[in-house]
């Protein structure tokens, strides 16, 4: 199974972190922004990463190629059954890929991929209105709903901390830095989460990687 895309993308790592908790092996094939390489561009049409393929299947957004994972390799379930827990989870990851990540994308863009990959500059008035005004009142949130077990729904782990957690490493690679005294037990959440070997591969690839490009 393929992944195209590139881990620094807050989607791309979610499938990434999704398929290692499940056991799945896939490959990742790394495509930048605009690639026109035909065989993503079939798996996505609008040219959005991630995209997949799975033998002659083939799909592009996040939440489908989850879907997918899911129902080919139900275990270990990450998407409960349960109603309530199955819709909170579905709430969390939508906070994570559209609220979150459009205040993180943001920030993102502008300060490192427009800049280092796009040969042009960020917007870094938006950047900064973005940390200073948009990103706290997120994070707050995350600090009030985060319960005691450190794991957003049924006290395990779920396709929820893996859709909120991945963003946190775009805001790690910008040097962001989460105020423990402000948000202890979103620091101490998105640490934990990140140090899991699912996400820890390939934070550190892309630390290597920014490190190179700089
Ligand atoms: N809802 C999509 C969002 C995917 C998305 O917006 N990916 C960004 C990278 S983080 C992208 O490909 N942007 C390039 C573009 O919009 O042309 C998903 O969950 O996969």
Not at 50 to 64: E, L, Q, T, W
Not at 150 to 163: H, K
Request: aromatic residues 10%; proline residues 7%.
């Amino acid at each position: 199974m393929i992944v195209y895309g590139s881990s620094l993308s807050p989607f791309v790592r979610k499938v990434l972190a999704f398929a290692a908790e499940k056991g799945v092996e896939v490959e990742l094939k790394p495509v930048g922004i605009g690639s026109q390489d035909p065989d993503f561009r079939e798996a996505s049409p609008f040219g959005k990463m991630p995209a997949f393929r799975d033998g002659d299947f083939a799909i592009s957004d996040s939440s489908a190629i989850i879907a997918y994972l899911d129902a080919i390799h139900p275990d270990p379930n990450l998407i409960p059954v349960e109603a309530k827990a199955r819709a909170r989870t579905i709430w969390y990851e939508e906070f994570g890929d559209t609220i979150l990540c459009s205040c993180g994308a943001k920030m993102f863009f502008n300060r490192i991929v427009a800049p280092r990959f796009l040969g042009r500059e960020g917007d870094l008035a938006a950047a900064e209105t973005a940390e200073a005004t948009e990103l706290p009142p997120l994070l707050d949130y995350l600090e009030r709903v985060i319960p005691e077990s450190g794991y957003l729904v049924e006290d395990r782990l779920t396709l929820a901390d893996l859709a909120v957690a991945s963003p946190f490493a775009n805001l790690r690679h910008l040097g962001f830095e989460l105020d423990a005294a402000r948000w202890p037990k979103l620091a101490d959440y998105a640490a934990r989460m990140l140090g899991r070997p699912s996400f820890q591969r390939w934070v550190d690839r892309e630390s290597a990687f920014l490190q190179r490009a700089a």
